[in-house]
């Protein structure tokens, strides 16, 4: 079966750090992966989205980037982060029938 | 453009109270729609969905039927439990995409004892 894991599960960050968070799936090949930001109070915003290795496409300028080393890892940083990047981040894949499935989520408070 | 919009909240209910979050879309076509469910603390999970009008999705004593004629999908429960609080999102993907969901703001729901 297939499942999808991201890491770190929360962070304490200060303002200007770099920030990595990472995001595998197992069980399946070639998926269409998803980075998304819900800030407290608020709905989700689609921050990245992949269809393959090295494609990234983005829905938000900002100080954050993506990238797709491998087939099913995928993962967000930033080089300098701001008080406003604070929220919880969730990496998705979708699977079949326009099905997406979500990992568990990061917190993220930049302080 | 496509949009999807739901009821604001929270919604507060007592336990085994009738829930309804109301969800309607505006989308060229037939896209396909879907309840999502955040938890407390949680990622998303997927409660149901519907492909074409008329079907109607289910899961875990929660239903919602796809109207085209009112552009709804409206989420309902006959009996709510206080394990239900949680945010639920309605969303939907666009016929003809590569699969990205368009997102309701999500609505609030406490259940009280």
């Known amino acids: 079966s297939q499942t999808i894991h991201q890491w770190p599960a929360t962070l304490v960050q200060p303002v200007g750090s770099p920030l990595s968070l990472e995001c595998t799936v197992e069980?399946?090949?070639?998926?269409?992966l998803y980075w998304y930001r819900q800030a407290a109070g608020r709905g989700l915003q689609l921050l990245f989205y992949s269809v393959g290795i090295g494609q990234i496409s983005s829905e938000v300028p900002q100080n954050l980037s993506a990238s797709r080393p491998q087939d099913r890892q995928f993962i967000l940083s930033s080089k300098k982060l701001l008080l406003s990047d604070s929220g919880f981040y969730l990496c998705?894949?979708?699977?079949?029938?326009?099905?997406?499935?979500f990992g568990e989520g990061s917190w993220l408070t930049v302080v | 453009g496509d949009s999807v919009t739901q009821m604001e909240g929270p919604v507060t209910l007592s336990e085994e109270a009738f829930l309804t979050i109301n969800c309607t879309y505006t989308a060229t076509g037939y896209p396909s729609l879907f309840w999502y469910v955040q938890y407390p603390g949680e990622g998303l999970q997927l409660l149901l969905k519907a492909t074409k009008a008329d079907d109607k999705g289910s899961n875990k004593g929660f239903e919602a039927t796809y109207r085209k004629e009112t552009t709804s999908f409206h989420l309902e429960k006959g009996s709510v439990q206080v394990s239900d609080s949680a945010v639920y999102f309605c969303?939907?993907?666009?016929?003809?995409?590569?699969?990205?969901?368009?997102w309701g703001a999500g609505t609030k729901l406490i259940i009280k004892p």
């Open positions: 969303a939907l993907v666009p016929k003809d995409s590569n699969y990205q969901l368009i």
């Open positions: 998705a894949w979708d699977g079949r029938r326009n099905t997406i499935y």
């Open positions: 069980g399946t090949s070639n998926p269409n």
